[in-house]
C-alpha cells in the first residue's frame, strides 16, 4: 500500500524519478524464459546470417519467408515482420542480447557425386578460378549434376562454366575435383620390334612419324578415351605442333618388343662373325650364297 501506481510513467521518464533506499531489484522480479531451441538446416554456401544483417545485405530474392520458417519460434511481443525486416536491414537494429542467427542453423552435409574422368581431365576448379572455359564439345554438366544441387544452388552450369570470368566461386564451394574420380584407363599391347624408336621420345623431340608407316589412329581406335583427339596420324606425323597433355601415359609403355623368329642357318666352322664383319665394313666375298 502506497507504492505510485503510475510505473509505466514512471519507467518511461525514469530521470524524473528516484529508487527509494532498499527498494527491490528489478531483476529478482525477473524469471529469464527460454528460448525455444531452432534448428534451421542450411547448406554450406549460405552466409551468415547475423553478418549479413548488420552489414545490411538484404534477403536475397526468392528466398524461402522466414516469416514461415520461424512463427512457431518468436517470443511474445517480438515483431513478426520478419521477411520485411531481413529484406530492408538498414531500417532495423539488432536488440541488444538478440541472439546469432548462425546458431539457429545447421548445415546438412551435401550429397556430392563421383564422376568418372579420365587421366587428361584438368583440375576443374583450378580451370574454373583461372577463368578457363569449358571447352565446347564437354558433356553437359547441368545433366551430369542436376540431382546433386542443394536448393538455391544456380541450375545454369554450363553456361557459368563456359564464361568463368563472371562468376566467382562462394566461400566454402567443395572442389571440383573432390567430385571426380579417376578411371584407370585400358592400355594397349602392340607388338614392335626391336629397332623400333621410343615413342614418346621421339614425340617429345619433334620427330614425325616416317612416312609408310601404319595408320596409329587404326590401331588405337578402340582405346581411346572420351574427348581425346582422334587424329592420331596427323599429330604424330607433325608432333611439333602439338604438346602430350600432363600425365599422358608414355607411348613406349604401349608397346611389346617381339622376339625375332631364329633362321637356323647351319655354317662351316671357318665362316666368320657376321656382326663384326659389317662393323668391320667387310664386304661379303664374291660367290656368298644370297642371304
Known sequence: PGHPLNLDGMLQNPSKYQLPLGHPDFADMIVLKTLKEISIPVYFHHPN?????????????GHVSVTDMLDDFLPPNHPLNLNEMLQNPTEYVLPLGHPDFAEMMTIETLNLPSISVYFNHPNATESFVAGHALPPGHVSVTD???????????????????????????????????????????LPKISVYFHHPNATESFISGRALPPGHMSVTDMLDDFLPPNHPS???????????????????????MMREKDLPTTGIELFFPHPDVTESIQARRARPVGHPNV
Open 49 to 61: 546470417v547475423t553478418t549479413s544483417f548488420k552489414a545490411g545485405r538484404p534477403l536475397p530474392p
Open 231 to 253: 587424329n592420331l596420324d596427323e599429330m604424330l606425323e607433325n608432333p611439333s605442333e602439338y604438346d602430350l597433355p600432363l600425365g599422358h601415359p608414355d607411348l613406349a609403355k
Open 144 to 186: 551430369r549434376l542436376e540431382d546433386f544441387l542443394p536448393p538455391n544452388h544456380p541450375w545454369n552450369l554450363d553456361k557459368m562454366l563456359q564464361n568463368p570470368s563472371d562468376y566467382k566461386l562462394p566461400l566454402g564451394h567443395p572442389d571440383f575435383s573432390s567430385m571426380m574420380k579417376e578411371e584407370n584407363l585400358r
